[in-house]
């Protein structure tokens, strides 16, 4: 009975933190199956569905019931999830100013529309659609006007901003959003991912037009990139002397990959992956046969220290138990000997 009430607990969670449901798992088993599924030879068709019209979620009004932190948030361990708030911005303390004397100002001609008393709001983060906490500096994928049939783009994040007194920022949500791009044409042969390389290419785009952050790492195999004991180890809190090895990073600072083996939003990463190289039999069979070869190697390497290692173990529990006097021993047996006699 526990396990019953786990499962509704479990169902319900799903549904109410946005997740989707097959209707044709709850339809009736003998409204799913033909007249002739009793016949072995026809089984019951699954009731998954790759169709996205059999899958539904819940509606608006439960959903909105998870926003906020209450008494059915707290029940269903959801008050972190509802916390969540989508576009949330995080002022710079900057005082607001005009657009001119933003960094999208300085990019950007004066428009029209915006006069030198229209203000704006610049600020150091905000929440993407997806949840990620994006960052000035930070690494995206987005989508511009310019990109080809609603293509996206890999840019760089550099200014967040909100105009003073408009709707969105009474709501706490950027206005726009100013990337630069950041081209991926070109593979690292090495880490077989794109380099990115930063283009004098900006645009101002809207909060929706960001998808998600991205992870991007230094090219250190091009840079020769070396680790040093420079990172302090901590204990308790509390730096001590002792260090262990970092990355020293050198060479060019903006010579970047983009790591498209992060899981984490894969349906948008996964367009700038690099095709994987195509090997035909031969290649295949040197290969496995080249890996099999070295994997004998290590094991032999293994198997000849770990003797060694017996044989001096051995060799030093000899030492270790012989008497250090033979003589007295043997003397001490034979009195034994003669004791018992």
């Keep these: 009975m526990n396990r019953y009430w786990e499962n509704l607990g479990n169902r319900i969670r799903h549904l109410l933190s946005g997740g989707l449901i097959?209707?044709?798992?709850?339809?009736?088993?003998?409204?799913?199956?033909?007249?002739?599924?009793?016949?072995?030879?026809?089984?019951?068709?699954?009731?998954?569905?790759?169709?996205?019209?059999?899958?539904?979620?819940?509606?608006?009004?439960?959903?909105?019931?998870?926003?906020?932190?209450?008494?059915?948030?707290?029940?269903?361990?959801?008050?972190?999830?509802?916390?969540?708030?989508?576009?949330?911005?995080?002022?710079?303390?900057?005082?607001?100013?005009?657009?001119?004397?933003?960094?999208?100002?300085?990019?950007?001609?004066?428009?029209?529309?915006?006069?030198?008393?229209?203000?704006?709001?610049?600020?150091?983060?905000?929440?993407?659609q997806n949840g990620d906490k994006c960052t000035i500096g930070q690494f995206v994928i987005a989508k511009h006007g310019d990109a080809n049939f609603g293509g996206t783009v890999t840019a760089r994040v550099e200014e967040i901003l909100q105009l003073q007194g408009s709707p969105?920022?009474?709501?706490?949500?950027?206005?726009?959003?100013?990337?630069?791009?950041?081209?991926?044409?070109?593979?690292?042969?090495?880490?077989?991912?794109?380099?990115?390389?930063?283009?004098?290419?900006?645009?101002?785009?809207?909060?929706?037009?960001?998808?998600?952050?991205?992870?991007?790492?230094?090219?250190?195999?091009?840079?020769?990139?070396?680790?040093?004991?420079?990172?302090?180890?901590?204990q308790e809190r509390e730096i001590t002397e002792s260090v262990r090895d970092a990355v020293h990073h050198v060479g060019a600072p903006f010579d970047l990959v983009l790591n498209t083996a992060q899981m984490r939003d894969a349906i948008h990463v996964q367009q700038f992956r690099v095709p994987c190289v195509v090997l035909d039999e031969v290649a295949e069979e040197?290969?496995?046969?080249?890996?099999?070869?070295?994997?004998?190697?290590?094991?032999k390497v293994r198997s000849a220290a770990k003797a060694v290692q017996a044989a001096a173990g051995g060799t030093a529990n000899k030492r270790a138990g012989a008497p250090a006097h033979p003589q007295r021993l043997r003397v001490l047996k034979e009195s034994g000997s003669a004791r018992g006699k």
């Design 22 to 128: 097959n209707i044709l798992a709850l339809a009736d088993p003998q409204d799913a199956q033909p007249d002739t599924a009793t016949n072995a030879a026809n089984p019951p068709p699954t009731p998954f569905s790759f169709s996205a019209a059999d899958w539904h979620t819940a509606g608006a009004s439960p959903l909105n019931l998870m926003r906020g932190s209450n008494t059915a948030t707290h029940y269903l361990g959801l008050d972190e999830w509802g916390e969540l708030k989508t576009g949330r911005c995080t002022w710079d303390k900057v005082p607001a100013r005009p657009f001119e004397s933003t960094i999208s100002g300085r990019v950007f001609a004066p428009i029209a529309q915006w006069s030198t008393q229209t203000l704006f709001k610049t600020n150091a983060d905000v929440h993407l």
């Design 168 to 234: 969105s920022e009474r709501s706490g949500m950027p206005d726009f959003i100013l990337i630069r791009i950041a081209a991926s044409d070109h593979a690292d042969d090495i880490y077989r991912m794109p380099q990115l390389s930063l283009k004098n290419q900006y645009y101002l785009v809207e909060f929706k037009d960001v998808l998600c952050t991205v992870n991007v790492q230094h090219n250190c195999s091009a840079n020769s990139c070396t680790t040093a004991k420079t990172r302090p180890v901590f």
């Design 286 to 299: 040197r290969i496995i046969e080249a890996s099999v070869r070295r994997e004998i190697d290590v094991r």
